[in-house]
């Protein structure tokens, strides 16, 4: 295995050095266009030194850019590529020998064990809430044509859209690939009968049976999924949605750059948009229905929703 460098001596070089560093790699050193000398690190091996590209022995050295700029980032992989050196993600370098699918869905589902628990506090809030089923909210709308006599809630987290529409649902399913999330949601309803656990693989629905669901829906996770993955979820929609039954997906629209992953793409989004999404879903045998595309905080159509049937 080549050693590592990072294209970026900046604070996301030295966060990317110390999540490899976390995962027991250290880094050799950083490439930077601006800066020379050394760079201090607190945790991930110390010092380490800049060095220029021009000395890189790309027989040797794979490099990971950490660089958030968009175009600054092109131009240095632009740069890398002219030396012949081969530019690997964060997600590569931390699961090295998994391909790169794996590695992207390991990231992600790694990512949310500790490194979110901001994320799911807040997201418990009223405004993070509204989002989804404030009166006018789109997803809303397209949630009320669920039938949700089997609902199947992919990608759960800590169940906290369950209080939404448990009243409404005879037969929940919670699915999400993290066990910590599903012990959550176990001992946060434990006086529910109605609900089953999954702890799933990140692509399948295998526990499913074939025709057993009358509903599926994901809120704010596919968006940070690998469309492959993506694509095995919608088939195995098709699989276990019973004839007329319908699925709602909360999914990313960010086509800024097909390099993008979890770790680079604008708010974790990762590549997708609304028409490879109906795309996939049509080929998986799905009728899409509605999409809408729609804006996340700042960023103006970073996401999409997409209600499809199986007719
Ligand atoms: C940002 S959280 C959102 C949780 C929940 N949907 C919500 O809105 O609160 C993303 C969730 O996706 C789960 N997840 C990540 N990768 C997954 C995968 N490939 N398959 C299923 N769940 C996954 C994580 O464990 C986490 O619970």
Redesign the pocket.
Known sequence: MKDIILYGAGKRGKYYANVLYEHGIEIAGFCDSYKVGNIMLNTGGGKKPIFDLKEIDGGKFNIIIAIADPDEFEKVSRKIAEYKINIITLEQGVFQGKSSIEAN?EY??EY?IDK?NF?FDL?EEDKSMDVFWCENSPFKKLFQQLDLTRVVE?????G??VQKYIMHAQNIIL????EK?IDYCKKRFKDENKIQYYV?N??DLSQLHTDSCTALF????MV??EML?IFQYLKETKRVLAEGGKALFHHSNNTKNYKITFSTGSQGRNYMSKQLFAYLANRAGLTVIEQHEIDWGEDKKLDCITLVGNF
């Open positions: 869905r992600i589902a949310h979110m994320y997201a992919l990608a759960c987290g800590r906290r859209h699915v999400d690939i993290l999330n799933n990140g692509f994901t809120y704010d996770a940070h999924f993955d």
